[in-house]
């Protein structure tokens, strides 16, 4: 009886000791997930987007939008992109939403779908001045909101508008 409850006892310990230290031997953390996105293997996308801008994730890398911010033309525009952050995905809407919240006000643009063939759009635009100037709002907290065939993602991004950045890496 003894030797059963030892034993017992030493294969819940490994099994207690596999369950924390999950497969690669070191414990596993809630953060665990987060950092091996982008840093333990190459998902094959790039830092910023096909037409220079910033990338904002969707889903877990399900998706990815690229925000282009052109002060010449006085527009704001969001490409719809794959997984891996390169091909166009179109998408059945008239248009999407971008909400702004600065200093406990909030705000609701549209951009409208621009080039659209068969109804089905990847290009959407807005050239409303009040989302240009919301998204040039220093600690203004924005959220994109975009439904991909039939389910709703949320992007969260801080928009960097360095000048500098946009005028010299091309």
Known sequence: MRQITLLSHLLLAGVVTVGLTGCGGAPKTDDHDVSEQGH???HGHPSEGPHHGALIELGNEEYHAELVHDDEAGTVTIYLLDAAAKEPVAIDAADITVNITHDGEG?????TADGAVDGKATKFISSET????ALDEEGADTQLVVAIEGK?????FTHDHDHETHDHDH
């Open 107 to 111: 705000a609701q643009f549209k951009l």
């Open 152 to 156: 709703q993602f949320r992007g969260y």
């Open 130 to 133: 009040a989302l240009a100037e």
């Open 40 to 42: 333990d293997h190459d």
